[in-house]
């Protein structure tokens, strides 16, 4: 009967206990910090017109070069430096002095030689003059003819005409000066620069890889007609016209491993001269289910391949190891990795880890510039429920 006290005391013990470690228990829930607070963009599938970025060189539409064709002293001048021209303009006048001696010569022995031809045709007929005379005389009457000709042809050509429409450059000779047919020094140089081209270079590499997006339909077409080329100046400014692509070299440069592309652009305030560098962005074709995901939840690991950190069903943290092709505007352009519905963290990565528990709401550090657009169709969605 003296053991009944030890038990009480120990059942008593064994409560008080119980009860210290269930109150810890709550003091330890109680003191636990909530999980993190994270912004995401939840992806979506958009169209996507893929532009191809290619440095490049402005190239006249047409250059001439204006030669003499016949030998003499340039007499005058009639255009003004750095202006339009059309096609037939006088550009110079070389002395015709001699060139219309020559032709009025030309024609007296044409005429004398048509007139003994003509006689002898009738004589022959009367077996005055043998046939083999009448020939002879027949074919003098013809070489002068073409003699004449010529000497016309010359005569012509001390007026030296413009053969293109477009704008004339400075004059390498002056009144006075002497000029001959075998120069290989242009008098002049006239210029077409409306329309213009721009010459661009893209790698073979590159050009392979589009034709392979568009054989198995990843890409579509961006038209029908000619690919659409817009230009970005020396300046950073944008160039108001666009244009079009007119076709690629068949080879490619062994040198640089590139092919080269041209279009044409219109030009009618003559903004884009020769030899300007530029910048053209080719329209090469439309992926109708892009991803894009915003640059701040794009980072790169110790190997520099391309992550991001998503929140899944369970609001846990998983990292995705990406394939990311290119860059537009504040997006990444996303190939694999990533699938529509994702959520994927771009503010407060610092605070998180892969496995992490974590709060999600919608993002608000994406650019007011280029918003990704399903937050906003979410929000949209959710404001017409409510």
């Not at 140089?189 to 270079?201: K, M, R």
């Not at 080879?251 to 910048?279: E, I, K, Y």
């Not at 980072?299 to 391949?305: E, P």
Request: charge should be neutral; charged fraction near 20%; glycine fraction near 6%.
């Amino acid at each position: 009967m003296h053991f009944k006290p030890a038990v009480s005391v120990l059942v008593t013990a064994v409560a008080l206990a119980s009860l210290l470690s269930g109150c810890n228990q709550k003091q330890e829930a109680a003191s636990a910090p909530p999980p993190p607070q994270v912004g995401v963009v939840t992806v979506k599938t958009q169209a996507y017109t893929q532009v191809t970025d290619l440095p490049g060189r402005t190239t006249a539409f047409r250059i001439a070069e204006v030669r003499p064709q016949v030998n003499g002293i340039i007499l005058k001048r009639l255009f003004t430096e750095g202006g339009d021209v059309k096609a037939g303009d006088q550009l110079y006048q070389i002395d015709p002095a001699i060139y219309e001696a020559t032709a009025n010569s030309a024609k007296a022995t044409l005429q004398s030689a048509k007139s003994l031809s003509d006689r002898y045709k009738q004589l022959v007929n009367e077996q005055a003059v043998s046939r083999q005379e009448y020939d002879t005389a027949r074919a003098s009457s013809l070489e002068a003819e073409s003699a004449l000709q010529t000497a016309l042809i010359n005569l012509r050509y001390t007026k030296v005409l413009a053969p293109i429409s477009g704008r004339i450059g400075r004059s390498a000779v002056t009144e006075g000066a002497l000029v001959n047919a075998a120069q290989t020094d242009a008098m002049a140089v006239i210029t077409q620069l409306d329309p213009i081209f721009v010459d661009v270079a893209q790698s073979s590499a590159d050009l392979l890889k589009l034709r392979h997006q568009l054989e198995s339909g990843q890409l579509q077409k961006a038209g029908d007609n000619a690919a659409v080329v817009s230009l970005t100046l020396e300046d950073s400014s944008k160039y108001p016209l666009q244009g079009k692509l007119e076709f690629s070299e068949v080879s490619v440069d062994q040198t640089t491993g590139s092919v080269t592309l041209r279009a044409r652009f219109p030009n009618p305030n003559h903004t884009l001269l020769p030899g300007m560098f530029v910048h053209a962005q080719l329209q090469a074709g439309v992926n109708s289910a892009a991803i894009l995901v915003p640059q701040q939840g794009i980072t790169r690991d110790l190997k520099g391949s391309p992550t991001a950190l998503i929140v899944n069903a369970d609001n846990k943290v998983e990292l995705r190891q990406l394939t990311a092709s290119t860059t537009t505007g504040s997006d990444w352009l996303v190939d694999s990795g990533l699938k529509p519905g994702d959520r994927v963290i771009t503010e407060g990565l610092q605070y998180v880890k892969p496995g992490a528990e974590v709060k999600a709401t919608e993002a608000t550090n994406v650019s007011p510039a280029n918003p990704a657009p399903a937050p906003a169709t979410d929000k949209a969605a959710s404001s017409k429920g409510e």
